[in-house]
């Protein structure tokens, strides 16, 4: 089964309101770029989920040659009002089964979630196998990835504010039984609350 077509709408529509500037390194995110670093060394790297660049264009600034692809051509227009294709190339596709140039990766990592946007199994394990089909002979794999913790969801409840700020609101929704979350985004503006549809997690 194939979720692209429903990521890349949500990603394309959230791209609308992306800041680039936000693809800085900060303190959050300096452990983390000081680990694919090291893992990348003098090799190249690929991010299956670029999106904007928020964890690549840091990356790249340190000296990582880094590449990227990503479901969504309006997140990766945000990434190359940053920094140009030919800096950092990005092709549009699902991470489990698009091309990267070149096979000779030192690195490919999926973070912040991003292996969750593939909700079926299949898409998944065919995710692992184009990451290894990109990767030289002992070369890395790096996914970070947030578990639910759902045996600490009061009995009955389905609902879980993740982020709620004076701007914007995520709610995530649990469905225990298909092991399925779906974040809904709402942004604030003044007394409107537009919603937008949620990215689906497993």
Known sequence: MDSSAEQRRFWDNHALSWDPSAAVETDDTTPLLDFLAALAGDGPALELGIGTGRIAVPLYRRGVSV???????????????????????????????????????????????????????????????????????????????????????????????????????????????AQRVVSHHFTVDGDRVIGSRGSQHR
Not at 124 to 132: L, R, S, W
Not at 133 to 140: D, E, K, Q, S
Request: one cysteine or more.
């Open 67 to 177: 590449a990227g692809i990503d479901v969504s051509p309006g997140m990766i227009k945000v990434l190359h009002d940053t920094v140009s294709a030919e800096e950092i190339p990005a092709t549009v596709g699902s991470m489990a089964s698009a091309d990267a140039p070149g096979r000779d990766y030192r690195l490919v990592y999926v973070i912040a979630n991003a292996i969750s946007c593939l909700v079926y199994q299949d898409e998944q394990i065919a995710c692992f196998q184009n990451a290894a089909r990109h990767l030289r002979p002992g070369g890395h794999l790096v996914i970070s990835l947030w578990v639910p913790q759902l045996r600490e969801l009061p009995l009955g409840q389905t609902l879980v504010a993740g982020t709620v700020t004076d701007t914007k609101w995520i709610i995530d929704s649990y469905d225990i039984v």
